[in-house]
């Protein structure tokens, strides 16, 4: 089987990017990460892609003066990395309709909730606010709609009383790196099958989920 190219869209502090780079560095993926497109040229994310080899390229939303045309170039420069496969990992945009046309069920994100519950921003802030007793996390296939794709993994993580968002999403955090990983392994042995919004994890005749 030939290795998956991925690409890593990182806006932020690019812990999630870290937890798969790491895990194609172990050996862990059947994949090789192409490069790490940020849509802002002061994201840590940028550094830490650096220093796993990684080539980066920045779309800078705020040299565009609408979102059409950043979207425009954040398509071209997708292209030029010919992905199999797209991680969107604390990417802080909505991407257009003729991107995800374009990469259809090849765009995977990963949500500190566990959806369908909290979409959106802020969503452990929105678990503590309506009084869940567990939140989690969510690695997902990206549609049209906001975090409505279909659904890879999920794990749980109690909610405490003494909780705020950030002990919360602490918590969330570590699974986040757990599940994200695992779902671009299992992708990148195309053992990822979406049967309506289902998605069947079939391990060679062995099928889970
Ligand atoms: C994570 O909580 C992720 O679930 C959400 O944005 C955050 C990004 O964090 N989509 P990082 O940049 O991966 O550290």
New binding site residues.
Partial sequence: MTKKRILIL??????????ILKAIDQGQIAGEAVGVISSNPD???IEKCCQHNIPYSVVDRKSFSTKADFQKALLVTVQGFRPDLIC?????HILGSEFIGKYRNRII????SLLPSFPGLN??EQALQYGVRFSG?TVHFVDEGMDTGPIILQAVVPVHSDDDAQSL?AR??VE?HRIYPEAVRLFCLDQLKIIGRRVIIDQGGKVNG
């Fill in positions: 990182a806006s932020g502090r690019g812990s999630n990017m870290e937890s994201a840590p994310a969107l990992a604390g990417f802080m994100n990963i949500h500190p969503a452990q996390c999403a969330i955090l986040e």
